[in-house]
DNA sequence: ACTATTTTTTTCGAGCCTCGAATTAAAGGG
DNA sequence: CCCTTTAATTCGAGGCTCGAAAAAAATAGT
């Protein structure tokens, strides 16, 4: 809430509308006496809120899972989120690869669908095209009791703009400026997000494991490119313009390496996937990069890197010195904070973290001097998918079934 | 507002008061009807509201001060906050400088004092005892009208941590952890915000320049350390436990000059006044620097630099690279912003300009490539000064009188 | 079988809030 | 001296949350 905002009375049944829906969401199965003890609002008010819910249909009452029996008074009855109220549609987009999910309201997978698409020859329509074919087999597939398609949630490799769903631009694909949220908006007649797949990570590990993704820290994926999710003050951070926080493209080196992105001396140059075989076959560090890194090979150097101390060992150390740089800055911008890395330079932790940890050391210097978490997730798509998700459904539950106004409900307008 | 908060009816006054008190803080002298104008509450809210600040003293009816006259109608009635309803301190606290001033709660200087104190000699305790000998003066010699003192705000040339109101670490002394916040609160049983002097220079920025500094920019310190003070979402941006965006120690050239925080490579190393003097008399870069440095002999090194291509203009040019390279770091993580320059550094922009634009050129990349824009400010006391000043008053507006519950109201509590 | 007990959930009134409409207040114009 | 115009307040309607009381729905005991 800001500072020149102004606030009017339905505005608190709308928060705690939210408050309710995120803890059914957070557990799954509550009762009205549960869901008092977890928030904190009067039973008084959960009946009313939850009288509300129920009769649009967002929420219902799930009879067969009665949460406790055999006890004495009258029994709870279980309140859940109603899978049918809506569906919500994932679409990721990757290196040669597009992949579209449906989930209905309470986060179960309907459908899915992955397609093989040569991006990087691929111009925008021809994108979008195939994106609208999986969606519209996916919707067509899906049973007749799935509630109607409400949200699209877009994770790509590219720095995105949040609040036009654009990307900008995006490594697997020449062309720029790319509407897919005009598009699919209109198309579907629904909202769309369009985020940086690495902001979709952080939201999945978040949600997974809150206890230790909490208010503030950071998924740096490390694959086809160097990208980075941040979380601060337990809010996702999107740039002040754009998209996501782009570490990889932080510097590293004043005019060193030619970075895919043009400019020269990026953490990326150094550390990506691309840099490290650009390294190891020999090429000079200002050549211009592969567009496209096989995991076969890549395994390869890996695999020479720990078997014998020659050039492929050497540049996953540069690659460790390189994050470590970059991890050293953004820790003094923003306090030492828990990091996960995540994809393929997360299967060849083992190369770079000694180079990692010994230029980052040090940082924590005045505060708390803790040691830095680095956890590692090799496979990033699954977490890429349940962040889209997650964007879905969150959006659902605070913008969508958070307003009051029964009137223009959802549900209501489905009909 | 977040998602685990409970909202209750009363929040909504809270609110709404904040926004009529940011509204008259913002335009001095407002009637009712420019207040409905200016924050769209309805005339009956904005009555309700107002005679409440009234019947608590924060408000008054300013019947000299009339807006508009010899027009038809009823006269509009000016309302204003009422100075004599709080008094408020600031203390900067900066190398041999302690400077405490007192402001009412319209904003308008009261009293101040200069003190001068070795501080690198001085002990925790001398400085909270020349603090406390100056504030015991200047609230001692007030005028009797004055309210009662109601919060005090430090900005300190060191790392802080404003949870706690304490000053982790600063190179004007040589002691650590100085909880001023607990020993002043306890003295003058008010509230104490201690705070990196930056964030206080972005605090006056904003408030005086809200066009140019609006929701997201930077103001960068130069002087005898270099700092950073951060808006980002139009909220300050505090670091995820400790302070300030230590921007002068992120890292520029791994293993290269020696900090005065003891590692190695820090921007600062290479930028700052004491950076600039190691490296023009001839010492090497990983010489222990001077603690204190000489503003004459500065700008005389400076000049020096103005006139002939030497040693002196090289030192210089390395400075404009060394905080080109953490800008476009910076804008890499966060999008190009708006930039204040602020210290003596800001005086010798022409001298770094070059190649400080020089190493982030290219930073815009994907998004609209706009121009940077760099403001420079040499004196950075007037901005520490308002900004200490601006965040006592806002304190005061949202935190203290913004409760609707008029029991505990402060003048209540005063009396 | 029937009542007492226990626990959950709903209902109802009090006390907040904002807002629109009507009313009162306070000037200038003719 | 009345009319017009603008400012500010008052009042009722419709929200909201909450506490207390009532209703609902089970078990336990006789």
């Given at each position: 809430m800001f500072l020149d905002e102004i606030a009017r009375p339905d505005d608190v049944r709308?928060?705690?509308?939210?408050?309710?829906?995120?803890?059914?969401?957070?557990?799954g199965l509550l009762s009205r006496t549960d869901i008092v003890a977890q928030t904190g609002l009067s039973p008084s008010t959960v009946s009313a809120i939850t009288t509300a819910l129920i009769s649009e249909g967002i929420i219902a009452e799930s009879r067969d899972g009665d949460i406790i029996a055999n006890r004495r008074g009258r029994p709870q009855v279980a309140l859940t989120l109603n899978p049918a109220v809506a569906t919500v549609a994932t679409v990721e987009l990757a290196l040669n690869l597009v992949h579209a999910v449906l989930f209905d309201y309470k986060g179960q997978?309907?459908?899915?669908?992955?397609?093989?698409?040569s991006t990087l020859d691929a111009k925008s329509d021809d994108l979008i095209h195939s994106i609208c074919l999986m969606l519209d087999n996916l919707l067509e597939s899906r049973p007749s009791n799935a509630g109607p398609l409400m949200h699209i949630?877009?994770?790509?490799?590219?720095?995105?703009?949040?609040?036009?769903?654009?990307?900008?631009?995006?490594?697997?694909?020449?062309?720029?400026?790319?509407?897919?949220g005009e598009v699919l908006s209109k198309r579907y007649d629904v909202t769309v997000a369009v985020a940086n797949d690495c902001n979709m990570i952080a939201e999945a590990l978040r949600w997974t494991d809150p206890e230790h993704y909490a208010e503030?820290?950071?998924?740096?994926?490390?694959?086809?490119?160097?990208?980075m999710g941040l979380y601060l003050k337990g809010k996702p951070f999107l740039g002040a313009h754009s998209s996501a926080a782009e570490f990889g493209h932080m510097l590293h080196v004043p005019n060193g390496a030619l970075c895919r992105c043009g400019r020269h001396g990026c953490i990326e140059a150094y550390a990506s996937d691309y840099a490290i075989?650009?390294?190891?076959?020999?090429?000079?560090?200002?050549?211009?990069?592969?567009?496209?890194?096989?995991?076969?090979?890549y395994d390869e150097v890996a695999n020479r890197a720990r078997t014998r101390d020659g050039e492929e060992r050497a540049a996953f150390r540069k690659a460790g010195q390189a994050i470590g740089s970059g991890l050293r800055s953004l820790f003094s911008l923003i306090d030492p904070i828990p990091v996960a890395l995540v994809g393929s330079g997360a299967a060849v932790f083992d190369l770079i973290e000694d180079d990692l940890r010994d230029i980052v050391s040090g940082t924590s210097g005045w505060g708390a001097a803790q040691e830095l978490s680095i956890r590692c997730y090799p496979d990033e798509h699954p977490l890429?998918?349940?962040?889209?998700?997650?964007?879905?459904?969150?959006?659902?539950?605070?913008?969508?079934?958070?307003?009051?106004?029964?009137g223009d409900t959802p549900i209501k307008r489905a009909i």
């Open positions: 709308r928060q705690n509308r939210r408050l309710v829906l995120a803890t059914l969401r957070r557990h997978m309907i459908a899915e669908e992955f397609h093989r698409v949630s877009m994770g790509v490799q590219g720095v995105t703009d949040a609040a036009r769903a654009t990307m900008l631009w995006s490594p697997i694909t020449p062309d720029i400026n790319i509407a897919f503030d820290f950071a998924a740096i994926l490390l694959s086809h490119g160097i990208g075989l650009r390294r190891t076959s020999g090429q000079d560090e200002k050549d211009q990069p592969a567009q496209d890194v096989d995991p076969a090979i890429i998918l349940q962040g889209c998700m997650m964007t879905s459904l969150l959006h659902l539950d605070t913008q969508v079934f958070a307003p009051g106004d029964a």
